[in-house]
Each structure stands twice: as structure tokens, then as C-alpha cells.
Nanobody
Framework: QVQLVESGGGLVQAGGSLRLSCAAS????????MGWFRQSPGKEREFVAA????????YYPDSVKGRFTISRDNAKNTVYLQMNSLKPEDTAVYYC??????????????????WGQGTQVTVSS
């Protein structure tokens, strides 16, 4: 089992920055791919960023590429999402997710095994 707890959300003005953290407990965090998703009211949960087990590979959709950066510290069992140049359309609940053992980049919700409870990010215009 893996437990995930997100933190770092809040209210920020457009153009500002936030850094989300996801602390993991349980076994084998350092062997798992990790990802971030977001969901706003009335919309499907959307893929935001992914990182492989070692941190050597990352992937972003075009909607956030160049603005968001995912990273991980396996010694601290934590994955981060640095969000810069935030826009009002980035407003959503952001979720951290963990994939299976020895996984590389995972793009789809069904590929992830564990989820956090989410943290709200609100970007004002």
C-alpha cells in the first residue's frame, strides 16, 4: 500500500507561482512512476505531468509544457509540481498519483494504482 498526501495548494494571482508537494508513505516509492492530475468542476480529471521511477524522464501535455515542472526526491519520498506563469484556467483540484513498481512514464488515469486526496489551486485573474 502507498499513501499519498498533497500540500501546497492555495490562492494565487495570474502570472504567479505555486509548488505542490506529495508526500508518500509505504513501500517502494522510489521504484514507482508518479504523476499529477487535475480536475475542475464539471470536467474530467486531466493529466498534468509524469515522472519515471528514477526521475530521469518527465512528460507534460502541451497545456502546461514550459510552465510546470515535475520532480522527485526519493530520499524524502516526495514528488513536487512547480507551477509558474499560472493562468485562471489552471484552477482545479490537483491530485498526486503513484504507479506500479519499476514503471516508466504513465499517461492515463487507469495506469495509476494510488491517489492522494487532492489540493485546491485557485488562480485569480
Amino acid at each position: 500500500q502507498v499513501q499519498l498526501v498533497e500540500s501546497g495548494g492555495g490562492l494565487v494571482q495570474a502570472g504567479g507561482s505555486l509548488r505542490l508537494s506529495c508526500a508518500a508513505s509505504g513501500r517502494s516509492f522510489s521504484s514507482r512512476a508518479m504523476g499529477w492530475f487535475r480536475q475542475s468542476p464539471g470536467k474530467e480529471r486531466e493529466f498534468v505531468a509524469a515522472i519515471n521511477w528514477s526521475g530521469g524522464k518527465t512528460y507534460y501535455p502541451d497545456s502546461v509544457k514550459g510552465r510546470f515542472t515535475i520532480s522527485r526526491d526519493n530520499a524524502k519520498n516526495t514528488v513536487y509540481l512547480q507551477m509558474n506563469s499560472l493562468k485562471p484556467e489552471d484552477t482545479a483540484v490537483y491530485y498526486c498519483a503513484a504507479g506500479g513498481i519499476a514503471t516508466e512514464i504513465l499517461y492515463y488515469r487507469y495506469e495509476y494504482d494510488y491517489w492522494g486526496q487532492g489540493t485546491q489551486v485557485t488562480v485569480s485573474s
